[in-house]
């Protein structure tokens, strides 16, 4: 007994500073540096017109996240944010028949975010959503039958929603990842491109954050 009594002040002074470390709000900023990989849309419209039948399209792509968040107050118990992230990502296909052409696809997405976060300085969630726009290219390789063409949206309005998670390892280093749709605006027709539906697009990202 007189052990446990002697070690108290000393256990004491150790959990103490946790405790305390451990209560710290949220804020005040966030930047996040993420690997990306994300669907890329494959309707009419969105990849370039006259493909060949059997031509392979990509519908997924990888690429880079980055963004960054400020924490402007309180709705309750959840912190108050305002961020956007900017995404790129990249996909492509090979041939699997002679007579078709490899398809390179790019997206763009900018997505300025509100958002509401639930935890402490040291690991938090958080729900988000915004309105930004998006940027989708296509490009088609040339053949023997089809000569080589190329699709581009310019910017298009697209809402962005989702959720995700930071950890730090520390006061400064940690990691998260953020699970995001973006509900693109569909396109008029535009010289020989035919115009292109709303479609949605899924980013799964993660990596490191800094705050």
């Avoid at 709000?25 to 006259?50: H, Q, S």
Wanted: proline fraction near 7%; charged fraction near 10%; avoid cysteine.
């Amino acid at each position: 007994m007189r052990r446990f009594w002697w070690w108290m002040p000393v256990w004491m002074l150790m959990v103490w500073p946790a405790a305390a470390q451990a209560v710290e709000p949220i804020g005040p900023f966030v930047v996040d540096a993420r690997g990306l990989m994300g669907t890329v849309p494959t309707g009419a419209g969105w990849t370039p017109a006259g493909l060949p039948d059997g031509t392979d399209v990509p519908s997924r792509g990888f690429g880079l996240d980055v963004g960054g968040h400020v924490y402007v107050g309180h709705l309750g118990s959840a912190a108050v944010g305002l961020g956007a992230a900017l995404g790129w990502s990249r996909a492509t296909t090979t041939p699997v028949l002679a007579d078709t052409p490899s398809i390179v696809g790019r997206v763009t997405t900018l997505a300025p975010q509100l958002s509401l976060n639930f935890g402490h300085h040291l690991g938090w969630s958080y729900l988000s959503a915004g309105y930004g726009g998006a940027r989708i290219g296509s490009e088609s390789s040339a053949t023997p039958a089809v000569p080589a063409a190329t699709a581009a949206s310019g910017w298009v309005g697209a809402v962005n929603f989702g959720g995700g998670a930071r950890w730090f390892l520390n006061d400064h280093l940690g990691v998260g990842f953020d699970l995001r749709w973006h509900r693109l605006s569909g396109r008029a027709a535009a010289g020989m491109l035919p115009a292109a539906a709303r479609t949605t697009l899924f980013h799964l990202a993660a990596g490191i954050s800094v705050q």
